[in-house]
């Protein structure tokens, strides 16, 4: 069913919005981007904005000083709207918001979204959270600002417009958005390719740390929190690292382990194509999309690459019979890459 947001926000006085834990970059830029339309087009509606912490890079960003980091008592919201969340565990703290709105909207490209809201908005073919808003807004009423989000969800969740889930839409999206007079080079430069002097030394760490397993089909790091502390960097520090590791010549899959707690880890995997990792996150509790999925995992590192290389073979082994059956390649899912 097509979503019309003028028809849902009729009637409403107050709204919240809210994002996946851990922000990135789709995530902060379709809740700022949304926030500021209905900011700018609804000043009639009370509108509010939660995420966690947003990292430095996506400060660029106009208004993520209003983002709201804690939930205070209070009435419950006439409509909360959730965005680029697969799993409304996924929201965190703002989780009692959404279970207490009167009304809740999801909008999200993740596969695994098994649409939990009132009205659900789910393309999992998207490139990004971020272009979904994008065809929900009135166009001739974007902002700069709105259009400078918009396109840095975009650019965060497309691997800069290079990823499958870039669309000829996703290519005529982000040219209305360059009309709206932003500097999308600068967007992408200093949201996307800019790395801290931590951030670069973690990344090399975890390339020098890494392994082949599954015959050089697949590739694995470990980041413990005792690293973490001795470069002093933060979770958010890691982003693109799974990235650099999927690049390695002749893997299949990329997996990359970071040590939340002793026994503990948030798994992040990438594919290639032959491999569903959302299927894999899926069957470990977690989610995401064919060729970037993340799971949370108990256990020693072993026991979790283990359990894990154990699906991604199945997978392999099984993709190959079918190539044998059909006497050609098994084809590649046309998927979306990232969040
Ligand atoms: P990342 O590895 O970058 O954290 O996440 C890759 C993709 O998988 C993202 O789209 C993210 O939203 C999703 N994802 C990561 N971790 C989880 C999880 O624990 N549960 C679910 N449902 N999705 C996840
Ligand atoms: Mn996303």
Not at 267 to 286: E, H, M, P, Q, T
Request: glycine content about 8%; overall charge negative.
């Amino acid at each position: 069913m097509k979503i019309v947001l003028e028809d849902i926000l009729k009637g409403k006085s107050r709204i919240a919005l809210g994002g996946h834990i851990r922000p990135d970059g789709d995530c902060v830029g379709s809740c700022l981007g949304l926030y500021m339309y209905l900011k700018e087009q609804y000043p009639g509606i009370s509108t509010d904005v939660y995420l966690e912490t947003i990292p430095e890079a996506y400060r660029i960003i106009r208004c993520t000083d209003e983002v709201k980091t804690a939930v205070t008592e209070g009435d419950a919201y006439d409509l909360f709207i959730c965005l680029d969340c697969g799993d409304v565990k996924r929201l965190g703290f703002s989780e009692p918001l959404f279970e207490q709105a009167k009304e809740t909207l999801c909008v999200d490209h993740h596969i695994s979204n098994g649409a939990f809201a009132d009205h659900n908005y789910i393309v999992p073919d998207a490139s990004s959270t971020s272009e979904l808003v994008f065809t929900l807004l009135d166009r001739e009423k974007i902002s700069k600002r709105t259009a400078e989000a918009l396109y840095m969800g975009i650019a965060h969740d497309t691997g800069v417009f290079q990823y499958s889930c870039t669309s000829p839409e996703t290519m005529e999206i982000a040219a209305a958005l360059m009309r709206k007079g932003i500097d999308g080079n600068e967007i992408i430069d200093k949201s996307y390719y800019e790395k801290t002097y931590v951030q670069n030394q973690i990344l090399g760490r975890a390339l020098l740390e890494s392994m082949l397993i599954l015959d050089k089909r697949c590739i694995v790091s470990v980041v413990r929190e005792k690293e973490m502390e001795f470069f002093q960097a933060a979770p958010s520090d890691l982003e693109g690292i799974v990235s650099q590791l999927r690049q390695t010549k002749g893997v299949e899959v990329a997996m990359f382990l970071h040590e939340l707690s002793p026994q503990k880890f948030k798994v992040s995997l990438r594919s290639k194509g032959k491999v569903d990792v959302s299927r894999i996150a899926a069957y470990f509790g977690g989610g995401g999309h064919v060729r970037a999925a993340g799971v949370t995992m108990k256990g020693s590192s072993y026991d979790v690459i283990n359990n894990i290389s154990g699906q991604i073979l199945h997978q392999l082994d099984h993709s190959k019979e079918e190539n044998v059956r059909e006497g050609e390649p098994a084809d590649q899912e046309h998927s979306s890459e990232e969040e």
